[in-house]
C-alpha cells in the first residue's frame, strides 16, 4: 500500500517536473519573473530577487524551479521502494510487541490484551516517531492511537458482520 501510495506521489512529481521543462524551454522569461516572485515573497527586494533568480537558472533552472517553485527536491522527493521497505519494517516491529503478549497472556483475556496493547504500543511508537521528527509528541500519539482505534473497530464490525468475530 505503502509503495503505491509514494509511487502516485512520485508520478505527480515526474509530470510536475515534466510540465516545467516544457515552461522552460518554451517561455524562459516568464519563468524566470515566476522564480524571482517567489523570491519577492519571501523577502527579497526585487532587484536582489532578479539578480538570485538570474544566477539559479543560468546554473540549472531546472533544480531551482523545482525546489522553489514545486517544492521538491533530492532529499524530498517521493521514494516508494523506500517507503515501503519503512513501512514494511514498523508493521513488523509494531505488529510482534502485541503478539509476544500471546505467549503469556491467558485465552480468555487474549482479545482485550491484543487490542489494548496494539493501542498503547501504536502510541508508544508515534511517540516515538515525533520525538524523532521533532513534531508535538502527545498530538502525534493520540492521533496514532485514534485512527488504529477506528482501524480495529471497523476490522472487527465487518469480522462480525460477516461471522468472522472472535
Known sequence: GEYVSVSS???TEQADMERERHELAT???????ELAAIYVGRGLDAELAGRVATQLMAKDALTAHARDELGISDTLSAKPVQAAFASAGTFAVGAALPLLLVLVVPASALVWTVSLSS??????????AARAGGSPVLKSALRVAFWGALAMGLTAGVGALFGAAV
Open 9 to 11: 506521489q512520485s508520478d
Open 27 to 33: 517561455d524562459p522569461e516568464h519563468e524566470h519573473e
Open 119 to 128: 493501542l498503547l504500543f501504536l502510541a508508544l511508537l508515534g511517540a516515538l
